[in-house]
């Protein structure tokens, strides 16, 4: 008895069991197991466990004959790279595509189709580099991001919200950062080039808004970096990926690029970034929602959230005060009970002033006891939104922590209905972050 | 707990606790039709093939307790590896297709899939040549035919591939 003798669905399991590259294999051996291999259910359970597709979508999105044409054209198309590497790029932009079209429909709408082998060589040729193969599979799935029609690089101070990315705004100044699509990337780079003149180097994402943020790509390491307050002077930029993580990867596999990506899937997915909503724009916001990165505090009824994001643009490596910047988002709230004192509860109550102790390591550097935040004088009524509002220290260590307090008064300023109060701002860290983005 | 009696081809009788009787979806179908104190015939099971499935049964039950795996659920890699380092030396190719065939007729699901992974291992990073050898299969294509299917699916052939 051989294995032609064994029941269809043994042969089906084994198949299975094998895998895509083997059953290829085995329907070499003889016609009827090539009948086996060519089954359906066998192909629909590869598309599914190695591309996660539930219909046969070939790498153009156009939907194939069957699963077996399906999985095969994704391997043909994609022969030039390690399957494994294509797959993991795969994962990663599933994580994001599929975060932002249930979170973020109008920013998965900007994502460019996959630029094409030609596309990337000629890119190559353009800025005589040799891109990592794990970006150049990111650049064969998704070319960057479509801003043309959304005043990109315009004068308009707001640019676009809907990068990839994401960012910050604190006081005027508004950061959101995108993915270039390749001829962007050329046009951004040879500009840049101008005044840095360093061979290698690509610039792979920006700020779309008016204040410059550059990400850089250095083909040769793999590595990328984000410029600092020095980048058009020095050259100054820092890694934006731990490079512990990078070495351990060779053979033109570095992939700082994809580690970057994935990570921001990751944060993404686990809501550790979310999408703020700002006078009816949206956009996705670094400012971490969760702990650890993100302190809570509740007093009387009154909520205060805080977090802190690393800012490179403004950072100074060569100052030795205020080299690190940091910005920080303080939202706070009234619960639904209410402001509740000594036993009274009142339905608002209004800031009157703010303490805080910012400290480098356990040095504290910084104590502000003022009126107001940002010149305003919030007030909370019970079950609103958050108040939100941003501010930013610079510190001199790369690692440090902001807590303090606030003065409220119950019912309002003009019309206080009781004593003032304290209200606790949790201690939050500011850090140089592994990941910078 | 209720022993069910099953004849072999060869005419060898086996008592199966009935736990492990039921789950061969064939002996339960005909557990269903007829009576339970009736012996249940299975004249395409050898003797020598039901005494290995006692025996497989008898350890997956064990691999069961060992690693809370209930029986049936998820063939997890523990499970299926103990299973294979236990059985599969003494095993031969043929003895496996076998089984195979016999735990197919049977419906037994979990061993099924047991013998499935020991066929698979086997085959593993094997030549094409080779796996026409191990399967036992007639080479049926002709040049031509050849170089057409491997064209087809030379994707397939850029991993390691073992000679035997």
């Not at chain 1, 466990?49 to 939907?63: A, C, I, V, W």
């Amino acid at each position: 008895m051989g294995l032609e003798a064994v029941g269809d669905l043994a042969l089906h399991i084994i198949l299975r069991k094998l895998g895509a590259e083997e059953s290829g294999r085995a329907a070499c051996v003889s016609k009827q197991l090539r009948a086996s291999a060519s089954e359906e259910p066998l192909w629909s359970h590869f598309c599914a466990q190695e591309l996660h597709l539930s219909q046969p979508l070939d790498p153009h999105g156009n939907l194939a004959p069957s699963f077996k044409a399906c999985y095969q054209s994704w391997r043909e198309s994609f022969h030039m790279y390690p399957w494994s590497l294509v797959k993991r790029v795969k994962r990663c932009w599933g994580k994001i595509t599929n975060w932002l079209t249930l979170n973020f429909p109008e920013a998965q709408s900007t994502l460019n189709k996959g630029a094409s082998e030609a596309d990337i060589q000629e890119l190559e040729k353009t800025l005589k580099v040799k891109l990592p193969l794990p970006t150049r599979i990111l650049y064969r799935f998704h070319d960057g991001q479509d801003l043309e029609d959304k005043n990109w690089r315009s004068s308009s101070r707001n640019g676009t919200l809907l990068g990839l990315i994401g960012g910050y705004s604190f006081y005027d100044r508004m950061v959101n950062v995108c993915l270039l699509p390749l001829h962007h990337i050329v046009l951004e780079t040879k500009d840049i080039m101008e005044t840095l003149d360093f061979s290698d180097y690509i610039v792979v994402a920006a700020s779309t808004t008016h204040s410059q943020k550059l990400f850089f790509l250095n083909c040769t390491s793999g590595q990328l970096y984000v410029g600092t307050a020095n980048l058009l002077l020095d050259g100054e930029m820092l890694p934006c990926v731990p490079n512990a993580l990078l070495n351990s990867v060779h053979d033109r596999q570095q992939d700082a690029m994809l580690l970057w990506l994935e990570e921001h899937g990751r944060r993404l997915e686990n809501g550790i970034i979310k999408l703020r909503e700002q006078e009816t724009m949206r956009s996705i916001c670094q400012f971490p929602e969760e702990p650890p990165f993100c302190s809570t505090a509740v007093t009387s009824g009154v909520q205060v959230r805080c977090s802190s994001v690393f800012v490179p643009e403004f950072t100074n490596l060569q100052d030795t005060i205020q080299k690190y910047f940091f910005s920080y988002s303080i939202r706070m709230s009234l619960l639904p009970e209410g402001c509740s004192i000594n036993g009274m509860t009142f339905n608002s109550c209004q800031l009157l002033s703010r303490h805080w102790v910012i400290r480098a390591g356990d040095v504290v550097v910084g104590n502000v006891n003022a009126e107001a935040v940002i010149g305003k004088y919030p007030l909370l009524r019970p079950g609103e939104p958050e108040f939100v509002y941003e501010s930013c220290t610079p510190l001199p260590s790369l690692s440090g922590s902001i807590e303090g307090s606030f003065v409220f008064v119950p019912g309002r300023l003009a019309d206080p209905k009781g004593r003032r109060f304290r209200v606790q701002a949790a201690c939050f860290p500011l850090q140089l972050p592994d990941y910078i983005f | 707990m209720k022993k069910i009696s099953v004849r072999t081809s060869d005419g060898q009788e086996f008592e199966l606790e009935e736990n492990l009787a039921m789950e061969s979806a064939t002996i339960k179908t005909s557990l269903d039709a007829f009576s339970r104190d009736d012996i249940i015939l299975l004249p395409n099971v050898n003797s020598w093939e039901m005494v290995k499935i006692i025996e497989f049964f008898t350890k997956v039950q064990e691999l069961e307790t060992k690693f809370g795996v209930k029986f049936m659920e998820k063939k997890e890699g523990r499970f299926l590896e103990a299973f294979q380092a236990e059985f599969d030396k003494d095993l031969s190719d043929d003895n496996l297709y076998c089984l195979l065939w016999t735990v197919d007729y049977l419906g037994i699901e979990v061993l099924l899939e047991n013998l499935c992974h020991l066929m698979a291992e086997r085959t593993k990073n094997k030549t094409v040549e080779s796996c026409r050898n191990l399967f036992g299969v007639q080479h049926d294509y002709t040049p031509e035919e050849e170089a057409e299917i491997r064209e087809d699916y030379s994707w397939a052939f850029e991993g390691p591939e073992i000679e035997e």
